[in-house]
């Protein structure tokens, strides 16, 4: 069995690619690049990882989705939210998160980059596409969930003749969770950029981090990349 990793080089990427690679065989990863502050860096990890598997890096460019994309992720005149453990915790108002969530939003990411994605499977034989998605965010981002992915299988049994699923091997899992497994794993998490900035190191400030930072503490585990760059 076949198939194509999403990969972003955040941590869920990464870890959902090291626990299918177990199973399947990996043909390629696809790296997204539509113009998020982050890209570069994104561009970079996401090449260790793949080097680190033996796998090809696709880098898509998709300059129109940063042309209608106003919110802070892309837009560098907006501000990326900042968040602390508190604003993450179950007993945290929604409205924090919810907040966040808005102003990172890229209009229907998920979806265009599952239905590129989609393509490349079903030229080359693929059957799966591999995604980060997973439990916590799925709080937060409805295109995270069980019921979108499921939404998605639908659609792909009509869309490509040889039925394309997305395998999300996280999706039961929060980020604590996640960090264990990937460690059971040996992904290689001091490749991951979870980071929204693009700096030389992590701001440790945005949603991204503090979920990262926060599932490592929970896990009771240093971050291999912050070890890395001595951040």
Known sequence: MKAISLLSSGLDSVAALAIAAESLEIEMAITFDYGQRSAEREIEHAGKVCKHFG?????????????????????????????????????????????????????????????IAASFAESKGCEYLIVGFNGEEAGTFPDNSLEYVQAMDHAFSYSTQ???KVLAPLIELDKPGIVRKALETK?????????????????????????????FKAAGMKDPLLEKLGA
């Open 187 to 215: 992904a290689p998490l001091e490749y991951s950029w979870s980071c929204y900035h693009g700096g030389e190191v992590p701001c440790q400030k945005c949603e991204s981090c503090v979920r990262r930072a926060r599932a």
């Open 55 to 115: 796998i090809e890096q696709q880098v898509i460019k998709l300059d129109w989705l940063a042309g209608i994309t106003s919110t802070s992720l892309v837009n560098r005149e907006a501000d990326v939210p900042e968040l602390s453990f508190e604003d993450i915790t179950e007993n945290a108002p929604a409205e924090i998160t919810e907040a966040s969530a808005k102003a990172v939003w890229v209009p229907n990411r998920n979806g265009v980059m599952l239905n």
């Open 162 to 164: 040889n039925g394309v």
